[in-house]
C-alpha cells in the first residue's frame, strides 16, 4: 500500500471511498463535512437519516459508510474524531481508531483507493502537527489485503506542509 499527498478539494477525488470528518449527529455539518454532504447531495444525508434511526448517530472514534451519491467516489466513510482538550483525555487514541476504522470499512468494500481529510484539525481544534502523526503513524502500521492507495488530501497549505515534512522523514 503507498501512501500519498494531495492538496486540494477531496470531493474531486476519483477514489474507491473519500473519509469524511463527520460529527456525531452524521447530518451534516460545517468544512469538509458540509463540502461532502453538498456535493454529494442527498442520498448521503437520507443514508445518514437510516444509520442514525437504526444507531442513533456515531460516537467520536467510530466510523459507518454510506453511498459517494454524486461524488466520484463510490463510498463516504464518516468518523468522528476527537475534540481536543489538551492531549489527556485519550484524544490520540481515538484519533487513531478513527483512521483504522475507516480503513477497515474500506477494506469491506474492497476499496483499492482511499483518501483522508485532515481530520480533527479544523473545528475540533488537534493541533496539525500531532493529528498529522497520529493519522500517518496509523495508514503505515495498517495491514491492507484490497487497498494500494490512501492519500492524504490537505486543503490548506499549513497541513500539507506537514504532511511534507512526515513524508520527507519517512
Not at 27 to 42: F, S, T, Y
Not at 91 to 116: M, T
Not at 125 to 143: L, N
Amino acid at each position: 500500500m503507498t501512501i500519498t499527498l494531495h492538496q486540494g478539494d477531496i470531493t474531486k477525488l476519483e477514489v474507491d471511498v473519500i473519509v469524511n470528518a463527520a460529527n456525531s449527529s452524521l447530518l451534516g455539518g460545517g468544512g469538509v463535512d458540509g463540502a461532502i454532504h453538498r456535493a454529494g447531495g442527498e442520498e448521503i444525508l437520507a443514508a445518514c437519516r437510516k444509520i442514525r434511526a437504526r444507531q442513533g448517530g456515531c460516537p467520536t472514534g467510530e466510523a459507518v459508510i454510506t453511498t459517494g451519491g454524486k461524488l466520484p467516489a463510490r463510498y463516504v466513510v464518516h468518523t468522528v474524531g476527537p475534540v481536543w482538550q489538551g492531549g489527556a483525555s485519550e484524544e490520540a487514541e481515538l484519533l487513531a481508531r478513527c483512521y483504522r476504522r475507516a480503513l477497515e470499512l474500506a477494506e469491506g468494500v474492497e476499496a483499492r483507493r482511499v483518501a483522508f481529510p485532515n481530520i480533527s484539525t479544523g473545528v475540533y481544534g488537534y493541533p496539525k502537527e500531532q493529528a498529522a502523526r497520529v493519522a500517518w503513524s496509523a495508514v503505515r502500521d495498517f495491514r491492507a489485503t484490497h487497498l494500494r492507495e490512501v492519500v492524504f488530501v490537505c486543503f490548506d497549505a499549513e497541513n500539507f506542509s506537514v504532511y511534507e515534512r512526515l513524508i520527507s522523514e519517512e
